[in-house]
């Protein structure tokens, strides 16, 4: 069977290089809004992290996140990511158990 190439990112957080669909994106827009890009397309300066909240709490304590944005993140935010990144655990973690069904 011939392997697909996977297209690698890091998690900003953990360092870990992560097949990109398994990563969450947030984009920096041009207009120096933060937030999370589920569609992989918006424009402006991307991060990624891992689809868990571990991995966002680490990129809030370690300030990776800002730093992968050039950014500093306000805390308002955060908050708001927090609560985004809860839901769309839950959604990713669906998304996933679905794809290994296919397998
Ligand atoms: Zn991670």
């Known amino acids: 069977m011939k392997q697909r190439k996977i297209p690698l990112r890091k998690c900003v957080a953990c360092q870990e290089m992560m097949p990109k669909k398994?990563?969450?994106?947030?984009v920096r827009t041009p207009e120096d809004a933060v937030l999370i890009d589920l569609t992989g397309k918006k424009s402006g300066r991307g991060a990624?992290?891992?689809?868990?909240?571990?991995?966002f709490k680490l990129a809030h304590k370690n300030k990776s996140l800002d730093r992968a944005l050039k950014q500093h993140v306000k805390p308002e935010i955060y908050e708001q990511l927090a609560q985004d990144f809860i839901k769309v655990e839950d959604e990713f973690l669906a998304a996933k158990e679905s794809a290994a069904d296919d397998e």
């Open 22 to 26: 398994e990563l969450i994106r947030i």
């Open 48 to 55: 990624y992290l891992c689809g868990k909240v571990s991995c």
